[in-house]
């Protein structure tokens, strides 16, 4: 089992960069492929980008794509995401989520552990 914590979420301003952190603990982090979530109000929890346990193979929504770099350190055990060019419509809270598999996947249902997520808003 992996227990996983959030930080560095806020408030921001449209433009602004931010990285987010994902501290793991318990099984070895490596062991698993990790992923960030989002889940608006009113919406359903989507992926924003999932990486393999080495770190070699990376996935992101289209909507952040080109703006977001999902990052990983194995002997940190930490996950992390930076995003640029922050926009209102990426207000959500964030989530990071561990698989119990070294490859990636894109359904919420295909991981196993969550943290407890971090707001990140974004004003105008």
């Known amino acids: 089992q992996v227990q996983l914590v959030e930080s560095g979420g806020g408030l921001v301003q449209a433009g602004d960069s931010l990285r987010l952190a994902c501290a793991a603990s318990?099984?070895?982090?490596?062991?698993?492929?990790m992923g960030w979530f989002r889940q608006a109000p009113g919406k359903e929890r989507e992926p924003v980008a999932t990486?393999?346990?080495?770190?070699?193979?990376?996935y992101y929504v289209d909507s952040v794509k080109g703006r977001s770099t999902i990052s990983r350190d194995n002997a940190k055990n930490t996950l992390y995401l930076h995003m640029n060019n922050l926009k209102p419509e990426d207000t959500a809270v964030y989530y990071c989520?561990?698989?119990?598999?070294?490859?990636?996947?894109?359904?919420?249902?295909?991981?196993?552990?969550w943290g407890q997520g971090t707001q990140v808003t974004v004003s105008s």
């Open positions: 989520a561990a698989r119990n598999s070294r490859y990636t996947a894109l359904r919420r249902e295909d991981y196993n552990y």
């Open positions: 318990g099984r070895t982090f490596s062991s698993y492929a």
């Open positions: 990486i393999a346990w080495s770190g070699g193979a990376t």
